[in-house]
């Protein structure tokens, strides 16, 4: 018995060593710096951020660095600027959604915001907008037309280089408190709140920042007393058709599309119009289709979406799901879950050439949401991590 005690005690020091040597290593792995870039890594990510070859020198400091690092070395790539960026933007500035459209103020501020890391949960409420640098002796900002974006465009401007922030009030006269990121730009307000009743502008919303069309995300369970007039309660007859159909796009959407109620696009001086107090005529138009709907008398918004099935966007509980106008509706739809998803969703797609299509990408993309917020909503951020994710793809 002796012998097997004295045999065993050496057996459980050498076990305790072995374990406090395993952790030392565990510690050690911990602290070591991550992995350099390889060349063929850093060629991938410089590609798939910046649309170009990188250059030597750039492509050699990638490679003395970790993927991440390298991939947001890409960003600083003008030609991230004027072409990746403004590619990502320009589909949202128009009811076509096509790329081949001119520069403008709306892409040259989501330009801005992505370069400056400005939060990009303020893109639809800041008080901000981008124009070219005034040393360029380019045009001024004009509400009425597009000359100082299109010059900027035919001299091939790097817009990285050449993009200045200022406060859209000071611009557009506009008050501070009816500006609202990109919704009250010139190219939004052309685009969007040009004739019709206005619901255009929140339907495009919806679908550029959201990823979420109105057929989507329709809802017949909520109340219809917010509907206006000039919607019919029996189309062609049949109230069945607005019971099951009509009822689910309308109820959530006009309580939110009266934030609305005091813009819009005169088409004889191309420029954005406001009306503070004053309800658009448009609100009120074709009042016998439903003579006892809803007449809207002021801007203030509700979102009837926050409960029902739509509750699924993520509204922010620390907002009230109220309020007066377009800026505080901005805030509201900037702040859900399903805004931060979109960005992310979109970015992953523009950087991996594919939508999320299995569980690691699904994942990655559920990290890079909460990386997102993390990071203060920097949406470059985003591309870095996509980049690095998708390298050996």
């Not at 917010?226 to 309308?250: A, E, K, M, W, Y």
Request: aromatic content about 8%; hydrophobic content about 40%; charged content about 15%.
């Amino acid at each position: 018995m002796k012998n097997e005690t004295a045999e065993r005690l050496p057996r459980t020091r050498h076990a305790g060593m072995l374990i406090a040597a395993c952790a030392l290593l565990l510690l050690a792995a911990r602290s070591l710096p991550a992995a350099t870039t390889t060349p063929t890594q850093a060629e991938r990510i410089y590609s798939r951020i910046a649309g170009i070859p990188a250059p030597p020198a750039i492509l050699l400091q990638m490679t003395q660095t970790d993927p991440l690092s390298a991939a947001l070395l890409a960003t600083q790539d003008p030609a991230f600027y004027n072409d990746t960026i403004r590619n990502l933007a320009t589909p949202w500035t128009n009811t076509a959604q096509t790329v081949f459209a001119p520069l403008n103020d709306y892409t040259a501020t989501v330009i801005g915001m992505v370069r400056d890391n400005v939060p990009f949960n303020t893109l639809l409420s800041a008080d901000l907008v981008y124009v070219a640098d005034p040393s360029l002796g380019l045009p001024a900002y004009s509400m009425s037309n597009n000359d100082m974006y299109q010059a900027l465009d035919d001299n091939g401007v790097d817009l990285k280089a050449h993009l200045v922030a200022v406060t859209q009030s000071s611009v557009t006269g506009l008050p501070s408190s009816a500006t609202a990121g990109v919704l009250t730009t010139r190219a939004a307000a052309a685009a969007f709140f040009d004739k019709g009743t206005n619901r255009r502008m929140f339907r495009f919303t919806m679908m550029n920042h959201l990823c979420a069309d109105l057929q989507t995300i329709m809802d017949t369970t909520r109340p219809p007393d917010r509907i206006r007039q000039d919607v019919t309660r029996s189309p062609g007859g049949d109230s069945r058709l607005f019971l099951n159909n009509c009822i689910g796009c309308h109820s959530g959407m006009d309580p939110m599309a009266q934030a609305f109620a005091y813009y819009n696009f005169d088409d004889t001086t191309q420029s954005l119009v406001y009306t503070p107090g004053q309800v658009q005529p448009k609100y009120l138009i074709n009042a016998t289709n439903f003579p006892d709907g809803y007449v809207t008398t002021n801007d203030d918004w509700s979102n009837r979406w926050r409960s029902g099935p739509n509750a699924l966007l993520g509204w922010d509980p620390q907002l009230p799901g109220s309020g007066e106008g377009a800026k505080s509706l901005g805030q509201e739809l900037e702040n859900s879950a399903a805004f931060a998803s979109c960005q992310v969703t979109r970015v992953f797609k523009d950087v991996c050439y594919r939508a999320p299509s299995n569980a690691a990408d699904r994942n990655q993309v559920t990290q890079m949401i909460a990386s997102f917020k993390a990071h203060n909503y920097s949406l470059r951020e985003v591309f870095a991590e996509s980049a690095v994710y998708c390298m050996g793809n």
